[in-house]
Nanobody, 123 residues
């Protein structure tokens, strides 16, 4: 089992920045690919970004490419999502997730999920 706890969400004005953190505990974290997803009420969970176990490869949704940055620190068992140039449409609950597979954008291929952290961007 891997336990994931997100933090860092909040209310920010459009154009602002936030850094989300996801602290992992439990089974070996360093071999998991990690991903960030987001969800708004009434919509499906949406892929945001993913990173391989060693940070050597990343993937981003087109909607966030160039604005968000995913990274990880395996010594701290933590993955981060830096959110820059935020837009009102980025408002959502952001979830981190761990996959037993290689880097993937499909939520179905993530085994462990955190509880989520709310990000609200005001216009």
């Amino acid at each position: 089992q891997v336990q994931l706890v997100e933090s860092g969400g909040g209310l920010v004005q459009a154009g602002g920045s936030l850094r989300l953190s996801c602290a992992a505990s439990g089974r070996t974290f360093t071999r998991n690919s990690m991903g960030w997803f987001r969800q708004v009420p009434g919509k499906e969970r949406e892929f945001v970004a993913a990173i391989t176990w060693n940070g050597g490869d990343t993937a981003y949704a087109d909607s966030v490419k160039g604005r968000f940055i995913i990274s990880r620190d395996n010594a701290k068992n933590t993955v981060y999502l830096q959110l820059n140039s935020l837009k009102p449409e980025d408002t959502a609950v952001y979830y981190c997730a761990a996959s037993l597979l290689t880097i993937t954008t499909s939520s179905r291929e993530y085994t462990y999920w955190g509880q989520g952290t709310q990000v609200t961007v005001s216009s």
